[in-house]
């Protein structure tokens, strides 16, 4: 059994500037190495707003810093807490700084809070039925990805609902536009804007959406089969 003495906490910030927990405000109250991962996510608020609710100062920490063994070799000496909108393990990076953390023998400790990958119930849709989640990258000149496709048509042949993760610097008219290159006939969608923030969804076809109204951050929802329940959810208008 080892003796850990410092710790990485990976503490999650929700979907709001007061969404992290009492846990993670008494932690960072007695740590002075706090960062913020800024690469995953376009941020619903500002990195000031974000200090003045925590009381705190926060140094931003980017893709380099959190994939390198920077953070874990710093939690070698001192504790050191990474702060990630949403929750802490939506994204693969953050699983392998639990494997760094492991191979150096350092302590980590894993702070949960909500994140879109429940907030996306409140659409109406049942988290149960929603199948593998796919992603819409940005495209390139020469690269142009339609693999999310595959995973779409994958669900529907179950009768699942696809959760579509954007890319943050995809914008909803670029996105729109690449959907309809993409080759599949979208019958409706949901759009999820700012969930938790204030929630808004839009539900149509593709092309019937109000782009204007889709605020970052926001995905996708492409519904498969909806019981009863889901239909009469979808039916009435959203606020």
Known sequence: MYQFKMTLYLIGLGLTTRGISLHGKKILKNCKNIYLENYTVEFPYTKQELEKELKTKVKEANREMVEGEKLVEIAKKEDVCLLVYGSPLSATTHISLIESCKKKKVKYKILYA??????????????????????????????????????????????????????????????????????????????????????????????????????????????????????????????
């Open 114 to 239: 909500g994140s879109v990958f429940n907030a996306i119930a409140e659409s109406g849709l049942s988290l149960y039925k929603f199948g593998k989640v796919a992603s819409l990258p940005k495209w390139q000149e020469n690269f142009k990805p339609t693999s999310f496709i595959d995973i779409i048509k994958g669900n529907l042949k179950i009768g699942a609902h696809t959760l579509l993760l954007i890319d943050i610097s995809l914008e909803f008219e670029d996105a729109r536009g690449q959907l309809k290159k993409s080759g599949f006939d979208f019958e409706k969608i949901i759009v999820c804007s700012r969930l938790g923030v204030k929630s808004r969804f839009y539900y149509g076809k593709l092309k019937e959406i109000n782009g204007e109204k889709v605020l970052a951050p926001w995905c996708l929802i492409v519904p498969g089969k909806l019981d009863r329940n889901e239909e009469e959810i979808l039916k009435t208008p959203f606020p």
